[in-house]
């Protein structure tokens, strides 16, 4: 089965300079572009400028270990896939990673046929997962599993009641959802003014596409 991952991006972040040699001429087939760095901290800019789609990353490394550059881009971006390099002797450091959402590990020494049934893994894991979410524009997903919005491949945090509304929304999509629909759904039977309603659609416009939420005065709200 072929490998389908070209039209995504990776960062591949190892210290030893061969090894990060021969990982770039194996991928830069499979990618659509390839970005290297040589240490932590240089893999943390270039995660920040780049935004890749993909994150290869070593554990081991000078100026920022593999850790916590991973506990940074957590911060921020759970759904990101990161897979970790990792040797025999690494065993107690990917213990540690286990816990922040690791995409797979990949054990050393590398091999063609490791790659490509990592990338096989990857290709899967992707279809998946668009199954779980919905795009609002070219550039916006909202993730039903991870209730949280990806802009540009950053994730957006939502409150409770943001990720009520927009459910609800989604789910009419295109249509009206009246006032009293909405506030029942957010907040059940108890009485709340309008203006709390306007709060949190004011405070959801500003994580979404620009005028993606539309108001029907005296109706309601619906999500173009």
Known sequence: M???????????????????????FLLQSKFAKVFVAYDGLEGWKLYQEKAPDVILTDIEMPKMDGLELIRRIRVNNSTVPIIVLSSY?????????????????LLKP???????ILLQKLEN???????????LDDNTTYNFQ???ISWNGNEIKLSHLE????????KNR?????????EYALYSAHEVSRNALKII???????????FIQATPKLGYRLL
């Open 110 to 116: 590398i091999t063609k046929n490791k790659l490509d």
């Open 146 to 148: 991870n209730k949280s």
């Open 174 to 182: 295109g249509n009206i959802v009246p006032y009293d629909e909405i």
């Open 163 to 170: 990720i009520l509304l927009i459910e609800l929304l989604l």
């Open 125 to 135: 894991s992707t279809k998946n997962d668009q199954k779980k979410t919905i795009n």
């Open 2 to 24: 072929s490998i389908r991952n070209k039209h995504k991006t990776i960062l591949i972040i190892e210290d030893d300079i061969e090894s990060n040699n021969n990982l770039s």
């Open 89 to 105: 002797s690494h065993q107690n450091y990917l213990l540690e990673a286990i816990p922040m959402k690791l995409e797979s590990y």
């Open 201 to 211: 659609v004011s405070n959801l416009r500003k994580k979404i596409p620009a005028n």
